[in-house]
């Protein structure tokens, strides 16, 4: 089933969340919290796999919320909001960076504000809680690496927007480049520069989405030409960038 199928969204007629005892009555309540609970502490742990299994579980009763407004797209992204807040605070617990938690809950935002159709907030909804997800267990495993590899991945991760030499890193880590790109391999199993197109590759993606053409993103993130650019994206996805923001389209 298409993961965007797994989120189901009940509202309360408005006659019955203004009242408990309306609720009792109509046996209609808000989803239990243990149970919101139980969705984000799997982002909490970067746990996909048990994220999906909760998602599923509300298909059939489906996510029960409050009547917050009479314009259903409205209600929606209130929704989405109130989601995408919890989430990253419960990110930020499972060991996310703050600023990069705040900055895609900002994001999130700021595409919810576009959206007009209920189903599209919902899937987008879906995508992105499970894109934070990712990010905890990714976050989770750089931990496991020795200071001098999450100070080099930090460094790369700050100054993806230029050319980052192997030398330059070396330098800012305090140890000698081949040293450095031999403990990168053997922990991270990766080649350090290869790591590095990885990064602004994955950088591009959201630069594509974003409304950057080829062009700029190429000259933006340092690549040598256009054409590596995009020979580089479709070596990595298998699709060119203009095949990708299509898609995404």
Do not use: W
């Amino acid at each position: 089933m298409n993961v965007y199928e797994l989120l189901s969204l009940k509202i309360m007629p408005e006659e019955i969340s203004k009242s408990l005892y309306e609720q009792r009555e109509a046996g209609t309540f808000h989803t239990p919290y243990k149970d919101e609970v139980r969705l984000y502490s799997c982002i909490k742990q970067g746990n996909l796999h048990a994220l999906i299994e909760h998602l599923k579980t509300f298909m059939g009763s489906g996510i029960v919320v409050g009547n917050m407004s009479s314009d259903s797209s409205r209600q929606h992204k209130y929704m989405a909001v109130s989601c995408i807040t919890l989430a990253a605070r419960y990110a930020i617990q499972g060991g996310l960076n703050e600023a990069d938690a705040y900055n895609f809950s900002d994001d999130f935002i700021r595409t919810i504000d576009t959206l007009d159709s209920p189903v599209h907030i919902l899937e987008y909804v879906a995508e992105k809680i499970i894109e934070l997800t990712n990010l905890v267990a990714s976050n989770a495993q750089k931990l496991k690496y020795s200071p001098h590899i999450r100070k080099c991945m930090q460094y790369i991760n700050k100054n993806l927007h230029r050319k980052i030499s192997v030398g330059e890193l070396a330098q800012e880590c305090g140890l000698s480049e081949d040293y450095l790109s031999h403990i990168f391999k053997k922990e991270v199993g990766e080649n350090l520069s290869s790591y590095i197109v990885t990064q602004k590759l994955e950088l591009s993606k959201t630069m594509l989405f974003e409304g950057f053409d080829s062009s700029k993103i190429c000259c933006t993130l340092g690549f040598c030409s256009q054409s590596h650019f995009i020979s580089s994206f479709k070596k990595a996805y298998g699709i060119t960038p203009g095949e990708y923001i299509s898609l995404y389209k």
